[in-house]
């Protein structure tokens, strides 16, 4: 059923669910959402599966119209959005009705928004997905003009009481450190690169995309390569190239690659980076591993009882 | 001391890396291909994916449902029986290719490079057939090596921003066919209109690590209808050595 008319299609929007997964063998990142529990708790909001398709959308500038009664919810970065000429509510679901006008106005907190809609954007599926993925021919921007399906939905307005509690909302303002988990060739710089690294503060370079943050920064000292035999690229993995400037590997990252990785972002903190921009800074800390998976658990935990309130 | 391959570590919260010894050669990554294969074929609950390189496989799985060490088991009983593992058998794919003038931008610095004449680049270069040692970067590129040593020459120092899908090329001992367009610092001196990356099918190309890629000579009319065609229509057995 079409349900929206892209009127502007801001600074950069495009399809993205939770991503195609299992396909890295034929070198095939899995994209998805940036921030994928701000995309999971707007689903819960209009009744979806987790895993239902959505609009991300980026910085500012998506205007569009709603072509049938649909509920939607907004969750994810606090772009200013306008519902017609009154501020639309976030991380709580509501209705627009035909010829309703949603525009996001400016970014005021956090980089990137999902416009959820019940029955989820209807495109077809390409290996198990829906996410774009611009580099692989798999989807594109979206463009003015653009008029987007809903999947099939018995229609029920949106009910009012569901809205995600302020305290169950992620902090965008956060300014703690990024937990990271060393290695795999941490061994490829000195004691003092791996200082220089857990010890600065590095500020992401405006070259920075769903692929990857460049950072600029204090230069890491390099014991060996960094250029090594390539290997594989697990998600949020932070290489080092011989500049010594960190490049934070992202969900559209390439697979495989021939420079040192001096560690991984923690798999817990992936959601935060999908909402960190060009300008500002970012610091790591080390955690083990088991302090990653008990972060882990505890996210789910919260996430479960997210589900639990709005069922 | 001496270092014990296969050298296995954990990294992030669900992924393990395996490594062998320290070098690209054939005989290594057969072991790395014959350890990916064992284990999606063994398979063991959590088990996400296996990824190949050259001379490592990251192990992905899920944390909640199978330990590391549960994890570590299983690779090492894998990589006890290595030997007996059997791979699927090689298939040459011949990717009709046009060679020179517009579709070979580095034709002309290879040949200086190399001290060859261009046709002689274009003879020597397609009369190899380079073995797959994995699939990976972006969109199933697969990485070929055994380029011959007459051929070796550096990639650019400034990458070109855009290569066209299709392009043929190599830098050292490495060559590809670019999977979709793309920047890329090697040297392209011929295009094939054959898609080798297709993500509307599954899996997105029939290359697998392990097969041969040729890249036959033929002129820019007999390319672009071979372009027609699948991929599936340029594959034979071949005999490995």
């Known amino acids: 059923m079409k ?5 502007e299609p801001g600074v950069q929007t495009t399809i993205q669910d939770l991503g195609r997964w299992g396909l890295m063998r034929y070198g095939i990142p899995t994209a998805g959402a940036m921030d994928q529990r701000s995309l999971v ?4 909001l209009v009744r979806n599966p987790d895993k ?5 959308t980026t910085l500012q500038g998506l205007k569009l119209q709603a072509l049938t009664r649909v509920a939607i919810s907004i969750t994810g970065a606090d772009l200013d959005p306008w519902l017609n000429d009154q501020p639309a509510p976030q991380w709580a679901a509501f209705t627009m009705r035909e010829g309703d006008v949603l525009h996001f106005k400016r970014r005021k907190k956090g980089l990137r928004t999902y416009v959820t809609m019940r029955g989820g954007i209807d495109v077809p599926e390409v290996l198990g997905s829906r996410a774009t993925y611009v580099r692989g021919r798999i989807g594109a921007i979206l463009r003015a003009g653009e008029i987007l399906s809903i999947g099939p939905s018995e229609f029920e307005a949106a009910e009012n009481v569901l809205a995600v509690p302020q305290e169950y909302r992620p902090d965008f303002n956060r300014t703690d450190p990024i937990q990271v988990l060393m290695g795999p060739q941490d061994d490829c710089y000195t004691p003092r690169g791996i200082a220089t690294f857990l010890n ?16 600029e920064g204090p230069e890491i000292e390099i014991a060996k390569g960094p250029g090594i035999i390539s290997d594989p ?3 949020g993995a932070i290489q080092v190239p011989g500049d010594g400037k960190p490049i934070v590997l992202l969900r559209d990252a390439q697979v495989t690659g021939g420079y040192a990785k001096i560690a991984i972002v923690a798999r817990v903190e992936m959601d935060f980076l999908g909402q960190m921009m060009p300008g500002d800074t970012i610091r790591f800390q080390r955690i083990d591993r088991e302090t990653a998976l008990g972060l882990l658990r505890q996210e789910a935990g919260r996430l479960d009882e997210v589900r639990k309130l709005l069922k | 001391m001496e270092q014990r391959y296969p050298v296995i570590r954990a990294v992030a919260e669900g992924s393990i890396l395996v490594e062998y010894e320290e070098e690209v050669s054939l005989e290594v990554n057969r072991k790395a291909r014959q350890l990916a294969y064992g284990l999606e074929q063994g398979s063991f609950p959590g088990l996400e994916e296996v990824v190949l390189t050259y001379r490592s496989v990251m192990v992905y799985f899920d944390p909640f449902r199978v330990d590391g060490e549960t994890v570590r088991d299983f690779i090492g009983q894998v990589n006890a029986n290595l030997v007996e593992i059997e791979l699927p058998p090689p298939r040459l794919f011949r990717v009709p290719t046009a060679y020179g003038s517009i579709h070979g ?3 002309d610095r290879v040949a200086q490079h190399t001290g060859l004449a261009p046709d002689e680049v274009i003879q020597l270069f397609s009369a190899q057939a380079y073995p797959v040692y994995f699939l990976g970067f972006i969109c199933s590129l697969a990485y070929l090596g055994g380029v011959p040593e007459a051929l070796h020459v550096p990639r650019l120092a400034t990458p070109r921003p855009s290569v066209p899908v299709g392009s043929v090329g190599f830098a050292g001992p490495q060559a590809n066919i670019l999977p979709v367009e793309t920047p890329s610092g090697f040297n392209y001196i011929g295009r094939t209109f054959v898609a080798v990356y297709d993500p509307r099918e599954f899996p997105p190309t029939l290359i697998r690590p392990g097969d041969y890629v040729q890249c036959p000579d033929v002129s820019e009319e007999e390319a672009r209808l071979a372009g027609q065609k699948g991929l599936g229509e340029f594959v034979e057995s071949f005999q490995d050595h």
């Open chain 1, 3 to 7: 349900a929206f008319r892209i009127i």
């Open chain 1, 41 to 44: 708790m707007g689903n819960l």
């Open chain 1, 52 to 56: 239902a398709a959505a609009l991300e």
């Open chain 1, 200 to 215: 600065s503060t590095y500020r992401i370079s405006p070259q920075s995309d769903r692929q990857a943050f460049r950072t």
């Open chain 1, 233 to 235: 690229i697990p998600p």
């Open chain 2, 105 to 107: 931008p580095d034709l």
